[in-house]
């Protein structure tokens, strides 16, 4: 189960994308809008979202970082005086503003998350889930005024607030349930399924190499610490002009100055975060599609150039290795020609697929298959094993093959070569073709095996 779920690239990609979202509504005006003597918010749209596409643990995590992003927006000396209630530094209450602030949206990130997992439990659930949508917003505020009120009831706020009906309660309320249900829509329409599948196909794991992997980081590293760097000089650069036009520049205005400029970081890094993300996904998918242009169309296998680019990919990462060893295999189908004259070409065909089918079981899990041409099938094992482990395969492998028809017996000779890790692929096909030869010429329905 803990591989298969490392294998969701695309669901890490989309909640990435999701929380970089949030992020960028939590320190912009995106989310807010202000409206004396406190700001309305609705960051929480993307929480909402979250919950309904995937689950209370995350969009718990993204009402953590809503809550975190509103906290911190409220520690500046420019803001409403109301929403200071929101800063620890600000509210003369810090225990009540990171609960007001950060717990009460971790809550109410939970509790929906909650509620849209219990409504994926029954057959109308797309109802569940707009009628879900539409409450949300009401939630959020039941939570929000209500530990307004407990922890700063001077202020005038408590829970009842929430249940005031109003044009913008309605608006953003219909806003909130449009959104979710389209995202719903669209993270479960067909096209998305197709571009889901295609990224979290474990096969694109061979198009990863670590250097790639390095290069990204490097990248990665690079945006953060040219972003920090931008945001330093141009916090310092502000703080510089404003005293050159005459103005006192305070350390409440160097502190504000330095406070949007981190903002603004945050939301540059997230854009810049969403855009990585979509690059990746774009490269896996058209990784895909090239790779499955170069796979046999009608066993499923590797076609011959990329089996052969598989297998020099193999010996470049096993080169370092000393003494490093693997098997090589070619499977031939005997008379394969006398099963398409007598029985057709549909029978034929099912016999190569059903070849192909028992060559993945037998070897998937110790290298590779591909299909060379016509009748003839070869195989990599990566992994060491023995010769009499092998024989054990093979002929497991003839046996299975044997009962493909009940018209004919089917079989197939094989010749196996033990090569050394450093040997040139040409030479090992050429080795390997022999022992094949060797096979045939033994009587068919065989294997022959030569070690180095």
Same mark, same amino acid.
């Given at each position: ?26 320190? /912009?005006?995106?989310?807010? &809008? ?6 309305? /918010? ?10 309904? *596409? ?15 992003? @509103? ?5 500046? %000396? ?20 990171? !609960?007001?602030?950060?717990? +009460?949206?971790?809550?109410?990130? !939970? ?19 707009? &009628? ?30 929430? %249940? ?5 309660? +309605? ?38 190499? +670590?250097?790639?992997?390095?290069? *990204? ?11 920090? %760097? ?39 890094? @997230?854009?810049? #975060?969403?855009?990585? !993300? ?64 007598? #029985? ?6 099912? /016999?190569?697929?059903? &070849? ?9 899990? *110790? ?8 009748? =003839? ?8 094993? /023995?010769? =009499? $482990?092998?024989?054990?395969?093979? $002929? ?11 018209? @004919? ?10 090569? $050394? ?29 030569? =070690?180095?």
């Amino acid at each position: 189960m803990k591989e298969k779920q490392m294998n969701l690239k695309f669901e890490h990609y989309v909640l990435g994308i999701l929380l970089a979202i949030e992020i960028i509504m939590s320190f /912009t005006f995106l989310g807010y &809008i202000h409206i004396a003597p406190i700001s309305v /918010t609705t960051a929480y749209i993307p929480i909402v979202i979250i919950a309904c *596409l995937f689950g209370p643990a995350e969009s718990t995590v993204a009402g953590l970082l809503f809550g975190l992003g @509103s906290m911190y927006k409220a520690s500046a %000396f420019y803001v409403m005086p109301d929403d200071k209630l929101f800063s620890p530094f600000q509210s003369g209450f810090p225990v009540g503003s990171i !609960l007001l602030s950060v717990g +009460s949206r971790a809550l109410f990130g !939970l509790l929906i998350g909650l509620i849209f997992s219990f409504i994926k439990r029954f057959p109308h659930h797309k109802i569940g889930k707009g &009628i879900c949508a539409l409450i949300a917003p009401k939630l959020h505020a039941l939570l929000v005024y209500g530990t307004m009120g407990l922890f700063f009831p001077e202020k005038g706020f408590d829970y009842t607030l929430a %249940f005031s009906l109003n044009v913008n309660d +309605s608006l953003v309320s219909v806003i909130c349930l449009l959104v979710v249900l389209i995202s719903d829509s669209v993270y479960h329409s067909a096209f998305i399924i197709h571009y889901r599948d295609a990224i979290n196909d474990t096969e694109q794991k061979q198009h990863w190499t +670590s250097k790639m992997r390095i290069v *990204l980081i490097l990248i990665t590293v690079f945006v953060l610490c040219m972003a920090i %760097f931008s945001t330093i000089y141009f916090s310092n650069r502000s703080k510089y002009m404003l005293g050159v036009h005459g103005i006192n520049v305070t350390d409440e205005i160097v502190h504000d100055i330095q406070h949007l400029q981190i903002q603004f970081l945050a939301a540059m890094v @997230s854009l810049n #975060f969403i855009l990585i !993300l979509i690059i990746l996904m774009t490269y896996t998918y058209m990784k895909y599609r090239e790779f499955q242009g170069e796979i046999d169309g009608l066993t499923g296998v590797m076609g011959r150039r990329l089996f052969l680019r598989h297998c020099d990919e193999c010996q470049r990462k096993l080169k370092n290795i000393p003494d490093s060893m693997g098997w090589f295999l070619f499977v031939d189908v005997d008379w394969f020609k006398s099963i398409n004259d007598t #029985f057709g070409h549909a029978v034929g065909d099912k /016999t190569l697929l059903h &070849i192909a089918r028992y060559l993945n079981d037998t070897f998937n899990m *110790l290298g590779a298959v591909g299909r060379m041409g016509g009748d =003839e099938f070869a195989v990599i094992i990566e992994k060491q094993i /023995t010769r =009499e $482990n092998l024989e054990e395969k093979l $002929n497991s492998f003839l046996l299975s093959v044997s009962t493909i028809l009940t018209e @004919s017996k089917v079989s197939c000779s094989i010749g196996a070569y033990h090569f $050394n890790i450093s040997e040139d692929m040409q030479e090992i096909l050429s080795k390997t073709d022999g022992v094949l030869y060797q096979a045939k010429k033994n009587g068919r329905a065989r294997f022959e095996i030569r =070690e180095n």
